[in-house]
């Protein structure tokens, strides 16, 4: 059975600080992992990852995956109010079965 | 483009009762699904398609059946509802190849009573 697991559940930090947000993940056949930021609706799209230590950054926001360890992780750096939100991490493995979300990482960042 | 919409945005049903959450999407997806998400759960794959005509089932498909009739719609219905399908519900879509990201609809949030 698939699994995907992050890591902390919850998290509150203070605005300007820096963050790290962990997956890691046990799945048959890895296609792909993606990271989505999801504010009381619908996820929205962050990042996609297919390939070990290639980074990819958006802003303040980068994210970076592992293959060998599998696992992968999530940096937000100079946070703002804004980012506060739950960080669901998924993996897309063979076949057309979906996508596998861990938990989710409750994020809060005060002023 | 609308992107995937959903109907309707809230639903309040008694036990037993039947309904149907619609989704569609105009962006010619051949990849639909539909997730379940409940506190503490992550999202969880209920349903999903490759194509018109083809449907399968994901991890909890018990309760619920789908039909994919045409490329853009991608209905969900609940044959006799249970408290235990209080959740809400996102359908999603990605294009026809596998290192695509999908696209989730606003949702839907159903409580059944």
């Known amino acids: 059975e698939d699994k995907v697991v992050q890591s902390p559940l919850s998290l509150v930090v203070h605005e300007g600080d820096t963050v790290t947000l962990n997956c890691s993940y046990e799945v048959t056949n890895f296609r792909s992992l993606l990271w989505y930021k999801q504010e009381k609706k619908a996820p929205t799209f962050l990042f996609m990852l297919?390939?070990?230590?290639i980074e990819k950054k958006s802003g303040r926001l980068s994210s970076i995956l592992d293959k060998k360890e599998l696992f992968s992780i999530l940096n937000i750096t100079a946070t703002q109010t804004g980012d506060s939100a739950v960080y669901l991490c998924?993996?897309?493995?063979?076949?057309?079965?979906?996508?596998?979300f861990g938990k989710g990482t409750h994020l809060i960042i005060q002023p | 483009n609308a992107g995937v919409t959903q109907t309707p945005k809230f639903q309040v049903l008694k036990t037993g009762q039947s309904m149907t959450l619609q989704c569609a999407q105009d962006m010619n997806h051949e990849y639909m699904s539909w997730y379940r998400q409940d506190p503490g759960m992550g999202l969880r794959l209920i349903h999903y398609s490759v194509g018109a005509g083809i449907t399968d089932q994901g991890e909890v498909p018990n309760g619920y059946n789908v039909s994919r009739s045409t490329t853009e719609d991608f209905p969900l219905r609940l044959l006799s509802a249970a408290p235990s399908q209080t959740s809400v519900y996102f359908c999603?879509?990605?294009?026809?190849?596998?290192?695509?990201?999908?696209?989730f609809g606003p949702g839907t949030r159903l409580t059944v009573l």
């Open positions: 297919t390939s070990s230590g």
């Open positions: 999603a879509s990605k294009g026809g190849t596998s290192y695509n990201e999908q696209f």
């Open positions: 998924a993996v897309e493995a063979g076949g057309a079965d979906g996508l596998t």
